[in-house]
């Protein structure tokens, strides 16, 4: 087997070729992000800002009908998994880099700067940081928005149900009622009484049903609860 001899010349020719290359890779690496600094300053901005606006200059035909939602859509969903659908500058959590990529990627698409942020996302979300699953949407005109990204976890499977009750004072007392029945039968026969009865048996039904409707109303009060319909595009806290 013959071996070739090493050119130095030839390897110092591509270190130097592969640092160039390097440089200039750098070079465009810190000339893009001094381009993308100011454009997500500019968005952080938008998302911050409280200026109401109900719709950006989209080209329609760019849009994915799949992320096109109308108002009422939106409102049925936040009513019956008991979410908000506030403006972004609400939202107190992080607003991923993936988030912001999709932004600048709509905007150059579109041609256009998009502002009006909308989020729909849990009540404490727009008060504390946490790891549910929020939505960004843009106002596209006449009540519809476009849903721009999720990010974070899935709702509980259970969510819907267990907001039910909160939809409407109809749905509450019945889980009172519900509830109230089941603790009675729970309670020992001849607690109160040698004979069982009827009477005996409804009597402490409507006092466990007093009991704890007594401390629902109480929780509301106290806590400044109120239902889903009156809560999904509510700012205060205490709605």
């Known amino acids: 087997m013959i071996f070739r001899g090493t050119d130095i010349e030839q390897k110092l020719h591509q270190i130097r070729d592969r640092q160039a290359k390097e440089a200039q890779i750098l070079a465009e690496v810190e000339h893009l992000l001094k381009q993308n600094t100011p454009k997500e300053e500019d968005i952080a901005q938008q998302l911050a800002s409280k200026a109401p ?24 969903i936040c ?4 979410l908000r659908f506030l403006d972004s500058s609400f939202f107190k959590g992080e607003i991923p880099k993936t988030a912001i990529s999709k932004i600048k990627e709509l905007e150059a698409a579109h041609n256009t700067e998009i502002k009006g942020y909308k989020i729909m996302a849990p009540s404490r979300l727009f008060k504390l940081e946490d790891r549910d699953d929020p939505l960004l949407f843009a106002p596209i005109g006449n009540n519809y928005f476009y849903l721009i990204h999720k990010w974070g976890n899935d709702l509980h499977p259970l969510r819907k149900f267990m907001a039910w009750p909160f939809k409407n004072i109809v ?9 109230s029945y089941f603790v009675t039968l729970m309670v020992p026969n001849g607690l109160f ?3 069982n009865s009827t009477a005996e048996f409804w009597i ?7 009991c704890m409707a007594s401390v629902v109303i109480f929780y509301g009060f106290a806590l400044g609860k109120n239902f889903n319909p009156a809560i999904w595009n509510s700012k205060y806290f205490n709605a």
């Open 53 to 76: 606006i109900d719709r950006n200059d989209f080209v329609f035909d760019l849009l994915e009908t799949d992320n096109i939602f109308h108002l009422d859509e939106i409102k049925k």
């Open 193 to 195: 009484s040698k004979n």
């Open 79 to 82: 009513i019956d998994y008991r």
């Open 204 to 210: 402490i039904f409507f006092f466990m049903f007093k």
């Open 171 to 179: 749905n509450l007392t019945l889980v009172v009622f519900v509830l």
